[in-house]
């Protein structure tokens, strides 16, 4: 801002992706196609909604994530926290080695284990900066995973500020590569 306000753009409102909108749940939609998010243009709230669906869904099993940064007041981590009490099996790799937050993530770390959630710290001289969740759902007779990719952080915050993206999938060769990090990771 050089001091002129009619020099300063207005924000602009963050869109909706809108092959959410054709489907009844976010699981409908990233089954039937991957859908890519490009933020601060897109809304973080489908992921934000996703998880929350997860977090009461009868038919999702377990929930694997891992956290960097999150915001102050995280939905992410509520949502965690309400799938555990829900009786879902949801597994948390905390990084500690997150500069700047790591005294935060220490106190996500407490309150998660606190709810029941398994919470796993990074290994020393292991750095995950990766952004992934992996949900297992119970869909008929077998397991369909659903994954998430994303360069940027679970900060439903920063989401408004940073170029990032988001990939969401159904696809069982990019979700079994998200399990096996996973399971790597808790071995």
């Known amino acids: 801002n ?21 489907f009844r749940n976010g699981f409908d939609a990233i089954r039937e196609r991957d859908v890519l998010l490009y933020y601060p243009y897109h809304t973080f709230e489908h ?8 977090s009461f869904d009868p038919s999702v099993l377990a929930i694997k994530i891992n956290i960097y940064h999150v915001a102050k007041d995280s939905r992410i981590i509520d949502s965690i926290i309400h799938a555990a009490h ?5 597994t948390v790799v905390v990084e ?21 959630v398994h919470v796993i710290f990074s290994a020393p001289g292991l750095k995950i900066h990766a952004k992934l969740f992996l949900i297992s759902r119970m ?7 659903y994954a998430h990719i994303g360069t940027g952080n679970f900060n439903e915050k920063t989401a408004r ?8 999938t159904a696809g069982a060769r990019i979700t079994n590569e998200v399990r096996r990090v996973f399971n790597f990771i808790e071995s």
Do not use: C, M
């Not at 500690?96 to 029941?116: S, Y």
């Not at 869909?139 to 995973?145: D, H, L, N, T, Y």
């Open 139 to 145: 869909e008929g007779e077998e397991i369909v995973r």
């Open 86 to 90: 829900n009786g879902k099996k949801v």
């Open 47 to 54: 992921v934000l909604e996703l998880l929350r669906q997860a």
């Open 2 to 22: 050089v001091g002129k306000a009619n020099l300063v753009n207005k924000p602009l409102p963050r869109l909706r992706h809108i092959w959410f909108d054709k």
């Open 161 to 168: 500020l940073y170029t990032d993206y988001s990939l969401l």
């Open 96 to 116: 500690l080695q997150a500069r700047f937050d790591e005294e935060a993530n220490i106190h996500w770390a407490k309150r998660l284990t606190e709810a029941g």
